[in-house]
T-cell receptor
Framework: AQSVTQPDIHITVSEGASLELRCNYSYGATPYLFWYVQSPGQGLQLLLKYFSGDTLVQGIKGFEAEFKRSQSSFNLRKPSVHWSDAAEYFCAVTILTGGGNKLTFGTGTQLKVEL | GAGVSQSPSNKVTEKGKDVELRCDPISGHTALYWYRQSLGQGLEFLIYFQGNSAPDKSGLPSDRFSAERTGGSVSTLTIQRTQQEDSAVYLC???????????FGPGTRLTVL
């Protein structure tokens, strides 16, 4: 079964510092990969997605992620974090089947931004 | 345009009671998904609808859980004889078709006392 690992439960960074959130997946084929963000009391907002093609994908709010097949990773990065980026971040994977593309989520990384 | 909406936003119920949770997807979206977010289990898939059919119900945790979708639009998730372990945030998502990006609603927080 496919699985997603986010090894960091909590991360604290200073405002203006760079950020990298790790995500590793386990699946035989290349899955479709996503990063979502969830602010307190809110639903999930899509930051970016990778389906195919260029392995470096750009998303909203200045985020980017790089797909590395050899490492089964899809890490999320941002060069300079803003206080408003404090939230919980989820990596997710899916494969397309005849039965839709249900998402399998990682356990999430809670990001705290120090001013 | 309007996003995915869910109602109620919060629901408190007593153990053993039945509850209904509603999801209004984005207009024109044929695919609809239910997920559950709980402290112990994280985010889990429950059920997928394509139109009014549910080709994938593999995530429903027990036969106390059921869902339907009517008119290719609104969906209702029903939990019968609620248990304390059903306490969670229930999220609904819709997508234009089964391969498109899923857009999530704000969720319904269910508390079973």
């Amino acid at each position: 079964a496919q699985s997603v690992t986010q090894p960091d439960i909590h991360i604290t960074v200073s405002e203006g510092a760079s950020l990298e959130l790790r995500c590793n997946y386990s699946y035989g084929a290349t899955p479709y990969l996503f990063w979502y963000v969830q602010s307190p009391g809110q639903g999930l907002q899509l930051l970016l997605k990778y389906f195919s093609g260029d392995t470096l994908v750009q998303g909203i709010k200045g985020f980017e992620a790089e797909f590395k097949r050899s490492q089964s990773s899809f890490n999320l990065r941002k060069p300079s974090v803003h206080w408003s980026d404090a939230a919980e971040y989820f990596c997710a994977v899916t494969i397309l089947t005849g039965g839709g593309n249900k998402l399998t989520f990682g356990t999430g990384t809670q990001l705290k931004v120090e001013l | 345009g309007a996003g995915v909406s869910q109602s109620p936003s919060n629901k408190v119920t007593e153990k053993g009671k039945d509850v209904e949770l509603r999801c209004d997807p984005i207009s024109g979206h044929t695919a609809l998904y239910w997920y559950r977010q709980s402290l112990g289990q994280g985010l889990e898939f429950l059920i997928y609808f394509q139109g009014n059919s549910a080709p994938d119900k593999s995530g429903l945790p027990s036969d106390r859980f059921s869902a339907e979708r009517t008119g290719g639009s609104v969906s209702t998730l029903t939990i019968q004889r609620t248990q304390q372990e059903d306490s969670a945030v229930y999220l609904c998502a819709s997508s234009l078709d089964q391969v498109d990006t899923q857009y999530f609603g704000p969720g319904t927080r269910l508390t079973v006392l």
